[in-house]
Structures are given as C-alpha cells and as structure tokens.
C-alpha cells in the first residue's frame, strides 16, 4: 500500500508563487504515475499535472505555462511548482498515485489520494 502526505499550501497574494510537495511512502516502487489535482468550493476534482515514473508530464491546459510538476525519484516526492497564481486557483489541491503490481498473472491497480493541502490565492 502506497500513502502519500501533502505540504506547502498556503495563503498567497495574486500573482505570487507557491510550491506545494507530495511525499509518497510505503509500496513505492508500485507507483507508475503521481499527479496533482484540485477541487474547489462547489467544483468537481479537476486534473493540474500528472508525471510518470519515467519522467513524462501532462498538463491541464489552463496549467500549462504556470505550473510545474517536477519530482525527486530518490525521495519519493513529486513537487507542483505554481506561478501567476490567480484567485481562481484557489482549491484544495490532492496528490494522487496510480499504482500497478503484477502478482503471476494478475495485474492490481490502485488509486491511491492524499488528504489535500489548501491553497488560496487571495489579497
């Protein structure tokens, strides 16, 4: 089982930056892919960034530009670098993990969330 522990949110002014951080534990050579996502007040979760465990990135496009995803293989942590912040990033942002163990001829895949660190843009 993989778990994975958030930090870094924070109160920050528009047009600041932020950096929040992800550390996964447990089963972590099981991790294929980790990301961010954030679900704001009355809003469905909605995906910031993914990377996989080979270094590939995806963004969302209203991301893209601003934001970061970056990670620390050898410390099991995927960091989200946010810049321009505008009030309307304003969420709580979750790590996720995409996990994937093979056991004979069985594929388990779990997906596995944190709790979420608040991030609020605001003046």
């Known amino acids: 089982q993989v778990q994975l522990v958030e930090s870094g949110g924070a109160l920050v002014q528009p047009g600041g930056s932020l950096r929040i951080s992800c550390v996964a534990s447990g089963s972590i050579s099981s991790i294929t892919s980790m990301g961010w996502y954030r679900q704001a007040p009355g809003s469905e979760r909605e995906l910031v960034a993914t990377?996989?465990?080979?270094?590939?990135?995806n963004y969302a496009d209203s991301m893209k530009g601003r934001f970061s995803i970056s990670r620390d293989a050898a410390k099991s942590t995927v960091h989200l670098q946010m810049n321009s912040l505008e009030p309307e990033d304003t969420a709580v942002y979750y790590c996720n993990a995409w996990t994937k163990i093979v056991i004979g001829t069985s594929t388990i895949e779990a997906d596995i969330w944190g709790q979420g660190t608040q991030v609020t843009v605001s003046s």
């Open positions: 990377i996989t465990s080979s270094g590939s990135t």
